[in-house]
Every structure is written in structure tokens, then in C-alpha cells.
């Protein structure tokens, strides 16, 4: 079992930077895949960035280059820092907790912090 809590979102104007940070408990942490998704209203929740265990990264598209996820297995905690923002990047962000082993599939999913970019 995996318990999920994210902080650092808010209000912050176009061109400005925020840090997303995830808090997870429960269970061993270094295992997990953890990822970090956002949902804006009527659309369909979509992945900003993810990093494995062993560190390899993948990030959509349309952050690439501003968006940076890291994570600190010591203090079992992800991080998203959010450069160079959008409007556009306005959304709910959710981080996600994943494991994949022989198949089985278990998958953790926070309550969400709101991301608000306008001027």
C-alpha cells in the first residue's frame, strides 16, 4: 500500500515557477515508478512526467524542456519543478505511484493540488 500527498501547487503568473512535491508513505518507496499527471476541466487526465526506480525520465511533449521531475528516495519524496509556465499548464496535478511485477500491476494515485497559471 501506497498513501500519496501533493503540496506546492497555487496561483503564479505566465512565465513564472512552481515546485510540485509528493509525499509518499506506506510502504517501500524506491520500487515504484512514480509519475506525475493533470487534468484541466472536461478533458482527460494526461501524463506530464514520469521517472523509474533507476532514475530514467519521460516527459509529454509539451513540457519538455520547461518541466523537470526528480526524486529523493531518502526522504520518499517526488518533485515536479515547473518553469517557464503557461496558461496553458493550468490544471489539477495528480501524482501517481506505479509498480509493474510479473504482470501484476499496482497503482497509487494522490488526491491532486490545483495549478493555476494567469496574469
Known amino acids: 500500500q501506497v498513501q500519496l500527498v501533493e503540496s506546492g501547487g497555487g496561483l503564479v503568473q505566465p512565465g513564472g515557477s512552481l515546485r510540485l512535491s509528493c509525499v509518499a508513505s506506506?510502504?517501500?518507496?524506491?520500487?515504484?515508478?512514480m509519475g506525475w499527471y493533470r487534468q484541466a476541466p472536461g478533458k482527460q487526465r494526461e501524463l506530464v512526467a514520469a521517472?523509474?526506480?533507476?532514475?530514467?525520465?519521460n516527459y509529454s511533449d509539451s513540457v519538455k524542456g520547461r518541466f523537470t521531475i526528480s526524486r529523493d528516495n531518502a526522504k520518499n519524496t517526488v518533485y515536479l519543478q515547473m518553469n517557464s509556465l503557461k496558461p496553458e499548464d493550468t490544471a489539477v496535478y495528480y501524482c501517481?505511484?506505479?509498480?509493474?511485477?510479473?504482470?501484476?500491476?499496482?497503482?497509487?494515485w494522490g488526491q491532486g493540488t490545483q495549478v493555476t497559471v494567469s496574469s
Open positions: 501517481n505511484a506505479r509498480r509493474v511485477r510479473a504482470g501484476k500491476i499496482y497503482n497509487y
Open positions: 506506506g510502504s517501500i518507496f524506491s520500487i515504484y515508478t
Open positions: 521517472i523509474t526506480s533507476d532514475d530514467n525520465t
